[in-house]
């Protein structure tokens, strides 16, 4: 089983990055998707999640409007999509997997993680 997170990096305030998370080694379409981020010193914290067709989302507060998750099952990826990028948003960004619910907020029900990503918006 393996997630690959990819997509992060430096951007300026205001600025956009689309994240990728490639999964393989299960059935991705029968799990539900999350992507988490956890800034230095802080626990880590839901971000948006997507349910196993992608007919159903959630975001935290902190990024609606300006952050989208899509996957396409195809592919077996899923995707964050995050606009007008704020200094605040600097974290490891980590995609999770879970079987067990439709869709979850906690970290406890995901069942599988990728290795992070770094992004950092900073001018």
């Known amino acids: 089983v393996q997630l690959q997170a990819s997509g992060g990096g430096l951007v300026q305030p205001g600025g956009s990055l689309r994240l990728s998370c490639a999964a393989s080694?299960?059935?991705?379409?029968?799990?539900?998707m999350g992507w988490f981020r956890q800034a230095p010193g802080k626990e880590r914290e839901f971000v948006a999640g997507?349910?196993?067709?992608?007919?159903?989302?959630k975001y935290a507060d902190p990024v609606k409007g300006r952050f989208t998750i899509s996957r396409d099952n195809a592919k077996d990826t899923v995707y964050l999509q995050m606009n007008s990028l704020k200094p605040e948003d600097t974290a490891v960004y980590y995609c999770?997997?879970?079987?067990?619910?439709?869709?979850?907020?906690?970290?406890?029900?995901?069942?599988?993680w990728g290795q992070g990503t770094q992004v950092t918006v900073s001018s």
């Open positions: 999770g997997a879970g079987r067990y619910y439709m869709l979850s907020y906690a970290a406890g029900e995901y069942d599988y």
């Open positions: 080694g299960f059935t991705f379409s029968n799990y539900y």
């Open positions: 997507i349910t196993r067709n992608g007919g159903s989302f």
